[in-house]
C-alpha cells in the first residue's frame, strides 16, 4: 500500500535490526523502500540490501554533507548505476546549512560533485535524488545549468519554500515529504503539501532521521511512512487509500519503470 523513497538502511542501527524492521514493514503496509546511498564506501552494502530483498532498490551517490571520504568521478557512478536494482542516483545536492565558517564561495567542490551527479543521470537516464538545505538557489541553478532538461528526479525530505517547489516542479521533478509533515509547527510545509499536486508527491521516512510525530526523537523505520501519508491526506483532504495509491504509483512511475525500460541496466525485476 505504501512505499518509502528514502531511507538509510545501510546505516549500522538500522541494518543490525533487518528482520525486525521488515516484519514492521509488513504489518504497515509498507510494501517496498528505496535504500539511499551516501558513500561509495558505502554502497556495497546498500547495494547488497536491494539484491537480497525483492522489495527494496538501491540509489549510487556521494551526499554533499559527506568529506573526508572518496570522491567519485562520472565512471565510479556509472559503473554501479549499471548494477541490477540501481534505479537512481543520488542523494546528492548542496547543503549550506554547515558552513563551519566558511563561505557559499568555499563550496565549490559541493557544486563540483553535484554535477558530477547531474552528468551520470543524464547519461544513464536514471532519476536524481536531489539533497538540498539552505541551497536553494545555487541548486536549482546548477540543476538548470547543467541538466539542460535531460533530467528528472526527486526534491527529496522537501523543506523549502512554495516558490521554490513550483520551480521544481517546472523542471519537472516530483517533491518527497518526510515525518516533518507531521509535525505541529511546520505550517509552511504543510501549505507546500497542499500545493504540490498529488500526481508529483512522493512519501518517505529518512530513516533514521526524523521520525514522524507520534514517534519524534525515536529512530525513524520504514514502517513509520504511513503516517507521513495520513498527514499527506489530511493536509489534501483526501482518503488515505488515494494518497497511498497515488505515491506508490509516482514512485513506480519515477524509478521502477527505468528498470524495465533501460537495456543497460542488467536484469528486470
Ligand atoms: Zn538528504
Ligand atoms: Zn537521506
Redesign the pocket.
Known sequence: MFVDS?CHLGFPELAARMPEIRQAMEQAQVDRALC?C?TLEEFDEVHALALAHDNFWSTVGV?P?NEGVREPTLADLLSRAALPRVVAIG?T?L?YYRLNGRRVEDMAWQRERFRVHIRAASVTGLPL?I?T?SASEDTLAVLKDEGRASVRGVF??FTETRAVAREALDLGFMISFSGILTFRNAHELHEVARFVPLDRCLIET?SPYLAPVPFRGKTNQPAWVAHVAARLAELKELPLEAVAKATSDNFENLFTRTLHTSATLGEPV
Open positions: 528514502h539511499i551516501t551526499h554533507d542523494e545536492g547543503d535524488v539533497h538545505r527529496h525530505c529518512d
